[in-house]
């Protein structure tokens, strides 16, 4: 079984999740009392919200590099970020530590294409949403359609997020307010399913009902990561140039 390396913390909820699902998964495909093999280092997400304000500093980035190489020294044969909006770091921690990051992009989009889905809403921070680290992955790698919501829901959401979720307030309003959103993008906009891109929009949904599909990027990833500690292949490395 290989070792898997998560940083967590961004936030603690959802790093929660992935834990228990990737053991859970890991006990289903091998039976017995089998657990995975991880490590984890969990960031402080009051540091990294105050260093990712700074636009003029690489803080963040040095948040996520230094991480990315505890998990390295500790034995780590690839790296999980549990977390979306993390994964605007995912290339500066491939080129620290040479180990491959499984990024939540490629896994969601796999999954979208399986189903047999082209034109899709992405919904999470600002950050994701405006972003090219999976919008744009998804866009260019996957060959889908990706729509979000129009500026004033994504201002709305990104606070809901920052304000309540990342602090574990899961309220009926934020749930009630995201449902709304999701059905305007299928009414209006024409999109065919939903992608959770924020790691903790799949625990304030959890219990709800749609008549939209939606893909749980927390879950997938989650999977995703027992399935690569399963495996064989050994992981991919990295060097300067690429």
Same mark, same amino acid.
């Given at each position: 079984?290989?070792?898997?390396?998560?940083?967590?913390?961004?936030?603690?909820?959802?790093?929660?999740?992935?834990?228990?699902?990737?053991?859970?998964?890991?006990?289903?495909?091998?039976?017995?009392?089998?657990?995975?093999?991880?490590?984890? +280092?969990?960031?402080?997400?009051?540091? +990294?919200?105050?260093?990712?304000?700074?636009?003029?500093?690489?803080?963040?980035?040095?948040?996520?590099?230094?991480?990315?190489?505890?998990?390295?020294?500790?034995?780590?044969?690839?790296?999980?970020?549990?977390?979306?909006?993390?994964?605007?770091?995912?290339?500066?921690?491939?080129?620290?530590?040479?180990?491959? +990051?499984?990024?939540?992009?490629?896994?969601?989009?796999?999954?979208?294409?399986?189903?047999?889905?082209?034109?899709?809403?992405?919904?999470?921070?600002?950050?994701?949403?405006?972003?090219?680290?999976?919008?744009?992955?998804?866009?260019?790698?996957?060959?889908?359609?990706?729509?979000?919501?129009?500026?004033?829901?994504?201002?709305?959401?990104?606070?809901?997020?920052?304000?309540?979720?990342?602090?574990?307030?899961?309220?009926?309003?934020?749930?009630?307010?995201?449902?709304?959103?999701?059905?305007?993008?299928?009414?209006?906009? &024409?999109?065919?399913?939903?992608?959770? &891109?924020?790691?903790?929009?799949?625990?304030?949904?959890? &219990?709800?009902?749609?008549?939209?599909?939606?893909?749980?990027?927390?879950?997938?990833?989650?999977?995703?990561?027992?399935?690569?500690?399963?495996?064989?292949?050994?992981?991919?490395?990295?060097?300067?140039?690429?």
């Amino acid at each position: 079984m290989r070792t898997a390396g998560l940083i967590g913390g961004i936030t603690w909820h959802s790093t929660l999740e992935y834990y228990r699902i990737i053991n859970d998964a890991v006990a289903r495909a091998t039976g017995g009392a089998a657990s995975a093999k991880l490590v984890l +280092v969990s960031l402080n997400f009051g540091e +990294v919200l105050s260093a990712g304000r700074d636009n003029g500093s690489d803080g963040h980035a040095r948040i996520y590099e230094t991480a990315g190489r505890a998990l390295q020294r500790a034995g780590a044969d690839f790296i999980v970020i549990c977390s979306n909006t993390g994964h605007r770091r995912a290339d500066e921690i491939e080129q620290a530590t040479g180990l491959e +990051v499984l990024h939540i992009a490629d896994v969601t989009a796999k999954a979208v294409k399986a189903a047999g889905y082209s034109r899709i809403a992405l919904l999470g921070t600002a950050a994701t949403m405006e972003g090219p680290f999976v919008k744009g992955r998804i866009e260019s790698r996957w060959h889908l359609q990706v729509v979000v919501p129009e500026e004033e829901t994504r201002r709305t959401l990104d606070r809901l997020i920052m304000d309540e979720m990342s602090r574990g307030v899961f309220s009926e309003e934020a749930r009630a307010f995201t449902l709304r959103a999701i059905d305007r993008l299928h009414r209006q906009r &024409g999109v065919e399913a939903s992608i959770l &891109g924020c790691t903790e929009l799949p625990i304030l949904l959890s &219990g709800s009902t749609s008549q939209h599909p939606m893909f749980d990027t927390l879950r997938l990833h989650a999977e995703a990561a027992a399935a690569c500690s399963l495996t064989d292949q050994q992981p991919r490395t990295f060097t300067s140039a690429e």
